[in-house]
C-alpha cells in the first residue's frame, strides 16, 4: 500500500484523486500532510496541488454525484477524521465504474453510509457555531468572535455570516487552527494569525458598552429560565461543557 | 441610557414573559438584500439553552406586564401582587438590535401585558416591528403577539411587519376559558387569528401574479394551549389542536404543562403540584404524529382511551393496539407504513426506501441507518424473517417493549413526585 499525501485542501485532494486514476493506481491510501503515520514510510508521494486537475475531478464528480454527493465529499473532509479519504476514494472508485448503481443513496454500503454520517456531524458542528459564535465589539468597530470548533467549519460557516451582517464589520477566528475570516463590509477574507493559545482580545480593547450589554444578556439569560422545570441534563446535551468558554451566558 | 432600571426592567419582563413557550425563528423567507441587519431565511437557530432544557432563539420580553385581565393561570394577573415595568420602544428596539449584532439571538419575540384596551396595547407592539424594519433595516426574525380583539386594519400592519403572529388560546375548551379567564371569550381570539389566515391567502395569490407583493406573517400563526390548569382530556386537546391547525392553518400548536403561580385558588392545582412535563412531552409526540406521520386525531386517541399512555409514546400505542397492521415487510412496505412502525422516523424511512433498492435490508443495516431497532424489531419483517411472531402474539408485548427500552431519562420524567 501506498501513502500520498496533499495539503488539507479540497483542491489538494480532488488532484489526488485526479492522480489515482492518471497512474492507474489501485493500492494507495490518500492522507493528510503532516499526520504521524504508523505504517512503513514506503511508497510516501506528496501531491502538488494543480487546480486545473482538481477542476476537471470536480467537474466529473458533480456529473456522477450531483449536489447533494459534492456537499457529502466536501463535509467529509472537513471532519479531518483520519479514515475520510479513504472512504470518500471509495465511493468516487463506485460511482466512476457503477454510475447506475447511484453510491450516494446506497446507505448499505459502508463507506457511503459513513460519508452520510461525517456529513452529519460536521453539518451539526456548522450549525451550533453559527448558534454559538459571540461577538463583542472591539475599539475599532469590529465584532470579533473566538471559536474552538470539533471540526474545521469555518469554509462553510462564511456564507451565514456574510448574508446576515451585511453592515457591520466582523471576524471570526479558529483558535484551534490558526486562521479566521473577516469581513470588510465588502467581502469576506481568510486571515491567519499565530497567537499564543490563549483568548485573543483584552478587556482594554473592547468598547465600554460591550460590557453592559453582556451583563443585559446574562441577566436575560438567566431570568428567562423556568426553575420549576430545572433540567440540567437536558442542557448540558444542548450546550455542551466544551463550547462554554465562548459563551458569555456561560462564562464570567 | 440608564443601564441600571434597563437591567432591572429586563428581569422583570423576561421573567414574566417566559411562560410562552415558543422560541421558533424558523420558515420565514426575509432576506437580507437591502445590505442591512439580519437574514431570516430557513432554518431557525437556536443560541442558547437554558437551564431548564429550553431553547433560547428570540429575544422573548413583554413590552409591559401592567395588565387589565386577571387571568388566574397568569403570573402578571391584575390581582398578583407583583413588581410591574414597561420598557420604552426605543428601549426595545436597542436591546434587540444589540443583542442581534452579538449574535446572541435570532430576533425579537414581544408580547405585552393589556392595557387600556386591545388596540392601544397592539399598536405599540406594531410600532416597535415598524421601527426595527423601517428605520434600523433589520431582516431579523420578529414575533408579534397579537392581542385579543384588536383591530383589522393593526393586524394588517402587523403581518406586514412581523415574521410570526401568535395569539394564546390558553385553554384547551371554552368551558375551561371562562371558568379561569371569565373577562376573556374566545371569539376575541379567534377573529384577528381569522383576519390573519385570509390575508395569508390573499397575500400568497397576489405574490403569483406580481413579484412585489409584500410578505404577509411568512412564518405563519401560531398558538398555545396551557396543560393541566384544568381538567381536560388529552383528547380534548388533540382535538383542538387539530380543528386549528385545518381551520386557521397554523404552523405550531405549543402545549406548555401548567406551571403553578397562584396559592389558595380552588379553581386551579395547588402550588405544590409537579409540571406534567412526561404528559406535555407525549402531546407533542402526538402532535408530531399528525404533521409528519399521517396520523389522524382519532387514530391517536379515542372515547374509549381519552388520555395518552404516560408509559408508552403514541406511536407505539397505537400499534399495541392495532397489531393487525404488523409485522411490516421492510423491503417492500409503503412508505405511509413504514412511518408507522415504532421505532422508525421520518429520515430513517425514507433512508430504508433509497436502500432496500440496492440490496436485502440486514439487521446490522438497519441498525446503522438510525432507526430504534429495539423497538422497531417486534413490529417488521425483514431478511425475510420474522424472529418475533411470539411476542407479537403475546398480551404483555407492552411490558417485553417496556422493560427492553428502558429511557436513561425515566426517573427525570416519573409522574410520580421525587422525594430523593
Redesign the interface.
Known sequence: MKTWTYDHSFEGFLTAVFEVYEYRELQVRIRKEGIAMPELFEGLRRVITNSKKADRVYQKLKVLLGDVGMHRILYSLLSEDEECEVHILNVIREAIAHPE??IM?????PSA?KLSQFTQMVGREK?RM????????TCDEI?F?EIEPDFNVIPIIAKHFR??????KWLIFDNKRHYGIFYNLVQVETVEMKFNNQQQVGMEMLVK?EY??Q???R???S?????????????R???PKRYWKY????SF | MNFDRINEKLAILADAAKYDVSCSSSGSKRKNDTKGLGNATGMGICHSYTEDGRCVSLLKILLTNHCIYDCAYCVTRKSNDIKRAAFTIDEVVDLTINFYRRNYIEGLFLSSGIFKNADYTMERLVRIAKKLRLEHNFNGYIHLKSIPGASNELMKEAGLYADRLSINLELPTEEGLKLLAPEKNRADMIQPMNYVKNEIIVYKEEKKLFKSTPKFAPAGQSTQLIIGATPESDLQIIKTADTFYKEYNLKRVYYSGYIPVVANDVRLPSLETQVPVLRENRLYQADWLMRFYGFKADEILNTQNPNLDLEVDPKLGWALRNLQFFPVNIQIASIEMLLRIPGVGVKSAWKIVNARKFTQLKEEHLKKLGIAFNRAKYFMFFNNQFKFINHLNSSDLKSIIVNDTKSKFKDLYSPQLQLF
Do not use: G
Open positions: 448503481h447511484k443513496q446506497n446507505f448499505a454500503d453510509l450549525h453559527e448558534a454559538f459564535v459571540r461577538f463583542k465589539l465584532y468572535a448574508d446576515r451582517y451585511q453592515d457591520q458598552d453592559l450589554y451583563s443585559l444578556w441577566n436575560y439569560f431570568s428567562t429560565n423556568i426553575k420549576a422545570r430545572k433540567n440540567n441534563r437536558l442542557h446535551q444542548h450546550v459563551l458569555v451566558e456561560k
